[in-house]
């Protein structure tokens, strides 16, 4: 069964730092997109941050970039969120996801709390 896994979650002071984790089960991430999206609560899930297949590029939405950063890791099962320069707003639930354009794969969420 293919799986993701999130962790690195949790209460962090405004201008604090956290680092998201996203671990695969199941398969590794050699052909697929990756990245993460958030969902704060009463609001509609919105993409973070992605690198495509080819790792030809980088994306952020604008309200996370300069302070996020996504990257792969040094095994191919594993990626990661780096946020910097915490905010209030970027309080929710973030949940990352791989696709390879046949497959889409979404990992459970982890909940980031900024507290001001």
């Known amino acids: 069964e293919v799986q993701l896994a999130e962790s690195g979650g949790g209460l962090v002071q405004a201008g604090g730092s956290l680092r998201l984790s996203c671990v695969a089960s199941?398969?590794?991430?050699?052909?697929?997109?990756i990245g993460w999206f958030r969902q704060a609560p009463g609001k509609e899930r919105e993409a973070v941050a992605c690198?495509?297949?080819?790792?030809?590029?980088?994306s952020y939405a604008d309200s996370v970039k300069g302070r996020f950063t996504i990257s792969r890791g040094d095994a191919k099962d594993t990626f990661y969120l780096q946020m910097n320069s915490l905010k209030p707003e970027d309080t929710a639930a973030y949940y990352c996801?791989?696709?390879?354009?046949?497959?889409?794969?979404w990992g459970q969420g982890t909940l980031v709390t900024v507290s001001s």
């Open positions: 690198i495509s297949s080819s790792e030809s590029s980088a």
């Open positions: 996801y791989a696709d390879d354009g046949h497959l889409e794969v």
């Open positions: 199941g398969f590794a991430f050699d052909d697929y997109a």
